[in-house]
């Protein structure tokens, strides 16, 4: 089950346009698995050896970089966000709401 899980995971987040973020939450909603957040923080974390997740345009539900400790250097899932154009002050997207990215809700 966790490896489809993931799977599933990161076909959604393979979506997130440049320039947007989502959250774990609304990936794990729209994986209609709603309280699985967490799960899907783990499957983000599981992606590092992989250049085709973004998971850098994944955030906590108030915008906080929460998972930045996971990515090699200390301000690097900041760059990339910043390199898209989105602000980051103090570990925080600025204008949250202006960033994010809504996912499809699935009709498995």
Do not use: C
């Amino acid at each position: 089950m966790e490896e489809n899980f993931f799977e599933r995971v990161y076909a959604i987040a393979k979506q997130i346009p440049e320039g947007k973020v989502t959250s774990y939450g609304a990936i794990a909603k729209a994986l209609g698995t709603a309280r699985s957040a967490r799960m899907v923080g783990w499957a983000m974390n599981a992606s590092h050896n992989r250049d085709d997740i973004p998971a850098h345009r994944v955030v906590n539900r108030k915008g906080l970089l929460s998972g930045k400790h996971h990515f090699d250097g200390t301000n690097l899932m900041q760059q990339l966000l910043e390199n898209e154009g989105i602000e980051v002050v103090d570990n925080q997207i600025v204008d949250f709401e202006k960033y994010f990215w809504e996912p499809s809700v699935s009709r498995e």
